[in-house]
């Protein structure tokens, strides 16, 4: 990777750093979407996050977007990408900004937690380039999923109008959980 | 029965709606041509707009916001049924931020049957 040739140039790329790693980016992603050196990524991000990157690889199947709830926000998430590069007003690594930006917003509206992280959406939007992954219509709803590529659009449903029996249900039942052993311990004789 | 014309309405929620769109447009415009579903061109001409012009366009007796979806879009992103609200929501926002080119595709109801 070419070092910035200005200090104008720099100083975009540590602003740019600066607000990927303050939505959760990985070290991954920051070195393939700027030209600054690792080591000045590595300081920059201590400093914001006061603790160290996260080391290792990043996950590379296509799989766990194609479970049921990372499914469903990485469709949303595509949809709303594909709804900024059409808009015309972001390009590029500022297009996944302004997307993630988006989807925290509209899953925030919605009250629940967001389940994609940005390193993943760059991860999805690269399988994307890549033709591995694609939208597909659903047969039923019309509303566009996140499918493996070539998947036969005539047939495919998606996972909302045809929901698998426990899908959703694994947050709903880990809160019950909680709360009923907390109500087991309270009931018992201090 | 007395003739009611909204005029006062119509323009307060015009001027909400403008002071709103150019707030968004100036503050990140590549959020504020998706969520209000504007072309680029008309979110640089907003963001440029003085005041005087904004009121100017407010008292014009038009509703200026309008529904960007069509009739069965919008029929199918209130009427969603899912297993819970969340689910519901999060489908809608799907339907609702998909491509518009299949507006012309589809005309049969078939979510209804399902």
Known sequence: MTRPESIEREAADVCLAAELIRLGARMQLLEAETSLSRERLLKLYKEIRHASPPKGMLPFSTDWFMTWQPNVHASLFMNLHRRVRQSGAAEGVHALIAAYHLYLDQIDAIGTDPVLSITRAWTLLRFFEAELVQLTPCSCCGGEFLTHAYEPAKTFVCGICHMPSRAGSSRTSAKTAISRGQKRLSAQPA | MDHEDFADEIRDLNLSYLILAQRMVQRDPASAAVKLGLEAETARWLAALPPAKLVRMASLQIGLPQ??????????????????????????AILAHGSQRKKTKRTGGHHDET
Do not use: P, Y
Not at chain 2, 75 to 89: H, P, S, V, W, Y
């Open chain 2, 67 to 92: 529904f960007r979806f069509d009739a069965a879009v919008l029929e199918r992103m209130a009427g969603e049924k899912a297993r819970d609200e969340l689910t519901a929501t999060l489908h809608a």
